[in-house]
T-cell receptor, first 117, second 113 residues
Framework: SAVISQKPSRDICQRGTSLTIQCQVD?????MFWYRQQPGQSLTLIAT?????????ESGFVIDKFPISRPNLTFSTLTVSNMSPEDSSIYLC??????????????FGPGTRLTVL | AQSVTQLGSHVSVSEGALVLLRCNYS??????LFWYVQYPNQGLQLLLK??????LVKGINGFEAEFKKSETSFHLTKPSAHMSDAAEYFC???????????FGTGTQLKVEL
C-alpha cells in the first residue's frame, strides 16, 4: 500500500476563484487519479493524471475547469477553476501500482473538503 | 461499460447481528470487484477485492464477500456487527484491474445497541 496525503484538508472559497489541491504519495506509483464526491453522493472519476503529459479526462470533465499536473511519480495537483457553489465536494486523490498481469488496487487519500460560497 | 447497483442506501442492524450489504454489477466481461469503507470525514479504505480465483473473499475487520457470476452479485457480509462498523460502504467495479473504478451509490450502515 502507500501513504497518501492531500493539502489542504478543507477550504472555504469564494465564487469565481480557483483552488489547487495537492496529492503526495510516499512511494513511486504508476497511476494517479482524481475523484469527486458531491454531498451525499458516490465517487465519480474526474481524470487520470499522467506523468509528464496531459491528463485523461472522463466524460463531463474538461481541462479548462479541472487542470491537472503530475510532474513526477509521487506528486499531482488538481485545480478547481472559476469555482461555483456546485463545485462544493470532497475531492479525492487515489493511486495504484502496476504489477505484472494488471494493476493493483487503488488506495485513496483522505480527501479535500471544498465549500464554495 | 460497467455499472454497480447497491440496494438500500441505508441499512440498520443491531450490534451482534448479521450484516448484509448488497451489490450487483453489470459488465460485459469478467470484472474486478471491490468493497471500500468510508468513515465520517475520512477517505476510502479498502475492505476486500475480487480479481480471479476463489469466489469467497475475506477482507479486513471480519468482512467477506462472495462473487456470484450467475447472479452478477458481490454482496458484503459480516457475521456479527460491531458499533465500530458504522460507516458508509461502497461497492466498485473495474474492467482494468485497479484502474477506472465505477462506484455504486453507497450504503450507510447504522449499528444500534
Amino acid at each position: 500500500s502507500a501513504v497518501i496525503s492531500q493539502k489542504p484538508s478543507r477550504d472555504i472559497c469564494q465564487r469565481g476563484t480557483s483552488l489547487t489541491i495537492q496529492c503526495q504519495v510516499d512511494s513511486q506509483v504508476t497511476m494517479m487519479f482524481w475523484y469527486r464526491q458531491q454531498p451525499g453522493q458516490s465517487l465519480t472519476l474526474i481524470a487520470t493524471a499522467n506523468q509528464g503529459s496531459e491528463a485523461t479526462y472522463e466524460s463531463g470533465f474538461v481541462i479548462d475547469k479541472f487542470p491537472i499536473s503530475r510532474p513526477n511519480l509521487t506528486f499531482s495537483t488538481l485545480t478547481v477553476s472559476n469555482m461555483s457553489p456546485e463545485d462544493s465536494s470532497i475531492y479525492l486523490c487515489s493511486v495504484s501500482f502496476l504489477l505484472a498481469g494488471g494493476t493493483d488496487t487503488q488506495y485513496f487519500g483522505p480527501g479535500t473538503r471544498l465549500t464554495v460560497l | 461499460a460497467q455499472s454497480v447497483t447497491q440496494l438500500g442506501s441505508h441499512v440498520s442492524v443491531s450490534e451482534g447481528a448479521l450484516v448484509l450489504l448488497r451489490c450487483n454489477y453489470s459488465s460485459s466481461v469478467p470484472p474486478y470487484l471491490f468493497w471500500y469503507v468510508q468513515y465520517p470525514n475520512q477517505g476510502l479504505q479498502l475492505l476486500l477485492k475480487y480479481t480471479t480465483g476463489a469466489t469467497l473473499v475475506k477482507g479486513i475487520n471480519g468482512f467477506e464477500a462472495e462473487f456470484k457470476k450467475s447472479e452478477t452479485s458481490f454482496h458484503l457480509t459480516k457475521p456479527s456487527a460491531h458499533m465500530s462498523d458504522a460507516a458508509e460502504y461502497f461497492c466498485a467495479v473495474s474492467l482494468e484491474g485497479g484502474n477506472k473504478l465505477t462506484f455504486g451509490t453507497g450504503t450507510q450502515l447504522k449499528v444500534e445497541l
